[in-house]
DNA sequence: GATGAATGAGCCTTCATTCAT
DNA sequence: GATGAATGAAGGCTCATTCAT
């Protein structure tokens, strides 16, 4: 039964991911809990609000940000220049641009002051910086100091860019141009090696 | 009266490129004749329906583009690389992104069908295509030609790129990392000169 | 909960019958909401729009048709007269007016569109027709070998005259002239039995 | 210039029983203006509120009422049956029916205030009582007298039957069953003639 | 625990009526 | 006087969220 639960609160946030990534950030939760199989009552119960689906689906992914630059660190030791591709390669790959929507609610107001909280420390995007943003930004200096990733860059700066490019498009525009995507994300990785 | 109305008109659409570059595609209209100091029944006067007043900002669009093509090919001919680099700038403060959201609804539906519908080239998208993607595609094969602009580009490409640089972001992550959007067209310009 | 929401379906459609034949057919969806005890948004999941909630009115109403005319049937091996009299009766305490207004409506237009929409026999009027015409055409036919009713008479037209005359009236018509109902239906019941 | 505008409002005036004959009583005031060939505000000006220009074509209606009840009471003193199916023909054409949407409504309350009026003596239905329905009851009595019209029956009763009879149906009905309306005459008819 | 149903708030759109030229 | 434009109020419909089984 635990597993069962568990199973089910993980489907939802990958079919949330997916969702959230093909049709935007203002898709009916309707739509994600018919997507995962599941009652709407039932993806509430996972998450009381819309603005905690969006935390854990953000959660999900600083934990997979993490995972990557963890890998980039390993492989920088022998080629930093290696390492930068293929950390943005695998960055890319997770779609970062599905939440773009998403990340600028302001999560949860009311129990941020029933925890007596800081002023907007638990936004969504917010809750990406503390572990991963300082993850990310101790590998970027290292690269910089390998001269493999140019000066004046911030981890953030690098998750906006990546989420800017894979933010999800309508079909129209999406059918119109498909290889845009993979020509900036092109342009950007040759811009973050110059400087 | 025939002035005031045009003149107002003029303001809606100005207003409206504004607050969907801002706040993005799915604003309420009331907000739009708010900030353009009308009633909302004034707003549905001049544009029917939400379709045609994206269709008046996507038309006043395509003009400027229009504009500035027509002075960078001038400019080419003196300086390829100039006009290029001058042409982007101009682009980028177009804010094209405004539109992204806009630009993946198919205008009118009802008329298409009427029509027999078949995939008509009346979308927003479409309307970009007519008069300046062509006026586009033939000062890129200049500048291409000229050895300013890599090979294999089309104009299209050009539009959906600035348009996803430019495309409005939730106000957290706008303040959070304001120097993004420099740094991609920065990236991009850089790109589309090599190859 | 099942049961619950059956019943609070069927009281949906029983209200809007006697709200359309009190107010008329475009009496505001949240009246017969109200009327019923539920949110609007009740009445809209149970039906998705104006139109299907006027063909579930309809389908009622065809039911109740059907038995009338089985009665009639029935009554008819006895006593042809008597048995178009009572069957003109029950028709008319049915308030087929109630539907005047609505039956004019085309239903679902865009699904009709969606299949390549000649005149599609889905109209609400045709709706009726299909069961209910057939039965009381079959009906008329036997009364009028019986000579109780006079020839030349088809099913569709006792149910278009029953609806004219008993169709909704404003308050104060209604009130001024209460009588008009019964002389008209007098006037029709003895016309249809001579010629 | 006074007769132009004289000859303006007349065009109003029967476009509206036209439009409400066709369409019903909730046409837009816009489509009646268009369809005489003025702007909104000129019909505004000639009937302050939509109940002035219910009240204008009910006026216009009563006087045609009168007319032909004048030249029925003349043609009585001859053959009173025959005049009596005279009548219900020339009223029949008049299309009552088309103001049963607008008799409905309270006229002006505020000028009844104004004017310090009784109840509602100045309701569009009571318009046609005062002068119509006095010279249609005393019309009827001689009828009565003279064996042609049944008893029991108020003038009243007969402006409301044929309104009734004549009142717009929506297209799909009306070609559904066209003959309707002729059948319900002629039922009406006899009935008035028989008792 | 899981589910489907219920709800109210919000945006879109139309129309009677008023205003400025 | 005649006109077109402006307005607010009202109804249609959707969706995040809550409730009862």
Do not use: C
């Amino acid at each position: 039964m635990r597993a069962d639960a568990a199973r089910r609160r993980e489907a939802i946030i990958t079919q949330a991911r997916h969702i959230f990534a093909e049709r935007g950030g203002d898709v009916a939760l309707e739509a994600i809990a018919a997507a995962s199989g599941v009652g709407i009552a039932t993806l509430y119960r996972n998450f009381p609000s819309r603005e905690d689906l969006i935390a854990a689906v953000v959660d999900d992914m600083v934990q997979q940000i993490l995972d990557a630059v963890e890998e980039a660190k390993t492989e920088a030791v022998e080629d930093a220049a290696a390492a930068w591709e293929t950390l943005l390669t695998r960055l890319l790959d997770l779609e970062l641009g599905a939440l773009t929507d998403g990340l600028g609610v302001q999560a949860r107001p009311a129990s941020n002051v029933a925890r007596g909280g800081g002023s907007d420390a638990a936004s969504p995007l917010a809750r990406i910086q503390q572990p991963a943003l300082d993850a990310l930004d101790e590998l970027v200096a290292v690269l910089q100091d390998a001269k493999a990733v140019r000066g004046g860059l911030r981890g953030l700066d690098v998750i906006v860019a990546l989420a800017t490019i894979t933010r999800p498009q309508a079909a129209p525009i999406r059918e119109a141009a498909p290889e845009v995507r993979a020509q900036l994300a092109e342009a950007y990785l040759a811009w973050t090696r110059t400087g």
